[in-house]
């Protein structure tokens, strides 16, 4: 069973709505949890980086939460563009380890 | 450069080819990480470089596949005798030491026809 579920596996949306995206992970014990976005062709680029401490962290439109309790991460987009249409990966790190925990992601269209 | 560097960004190769693929990894990351990500699948690990410790390969599928890496600079992933599974992207990432951020290069886009 993958360490980190990610869904919806994939969503489509009008521009300028929001929406949120989930992710569940067991990885233990917890470093941190990164969110990426990977253009089609492209290759992930770092959105937010939470560790333990952490509930909620913002870059522009993006606002990732995290529950370390419930193991669960969100990354909420407001006022979704065009351009924010991409798979989103949620990415967890254990404690102690050097590899990386990765989810399938989440296919977002954001349609005009 | 500024980012993380890999060639060639496709390669088509017909089974049973030997295939190598470069990642140059942004100057003064000692972390190197090869990937792979199969066509509507996560991103699957494939073998980690941490400066001059021995590598840890523990994610390569099979012996066909090699990787090098000398020193902290240049890393080549090395696929021997191409079979069809192999299609896939292949990502190379870096960072400094410890549990900072991770930088992607955009990946080679491997098709075995």
């Known amino acids: 069973k993958n360490q980190v579920e990610q869904s919806p596996q994939s969503l489509i949306i009008l521009e300028g709505k929001n929406c949120t995206l989930q992710c569940n992970y067991t990885v233990s014990p917890f470093s941190n949890l990164r969110w990426y976005k990977q253009d089609t062709g492209r290759g992930p680029v770092s959105l937010t980086i939470?560790?333990?401490?952490?509930n909620t962290k913002s870059n522009g439109r993006y606002t990732a939460t995290l529950d370390a309790d419930t193991k669960q991460s969100s990354l909420h987009i407001t006022a979704s563009q065009l351009s924010d249409s991409a798979s989103y990966i949620c990415v967890v790190r254990a404690y102690g380890n050097n590899r990386l925990a990765f989810g399938k992601g989440n296919q977002v269209v954001v349609i005009p | 450069g500024a980012g993380v560097s890999q060639s060639p960004s496709n390669k088509v190769t017909e089974k049973g080819k030997d295939v190598e693929l470069r990642c140059d990894p942004i100057s003064g990351h000692t972390a190197l990480y090869w990937y792979r990500q199969r066509l509507g699948q996560g991103l699957e690990f494939l073998i980690y470089f941490q400066g001059n410790s021995a590598p840890d390969k523990s994610g390569l599928p099979s012996d066909r596949f090699s990787a090098e890496r000398t020193g902290e600079s240049v890393s080549t992933l090395t696929i021997q005798r191409t079979q069809q599974e192999d299609s896939a992207v292949y990502l190379c990432?870096?960072?400094?030491?410890?549990?900072?951020?991770?930088?992607f290069g955009s990946g080679t886009r491997l098709t075995v026809v």
């Open positions: 939470m560790t333990f401490s952490e």
């Open positions: 990432a870096s960072s400094r030491e410890g549990p900072g951020g991770y930088t």
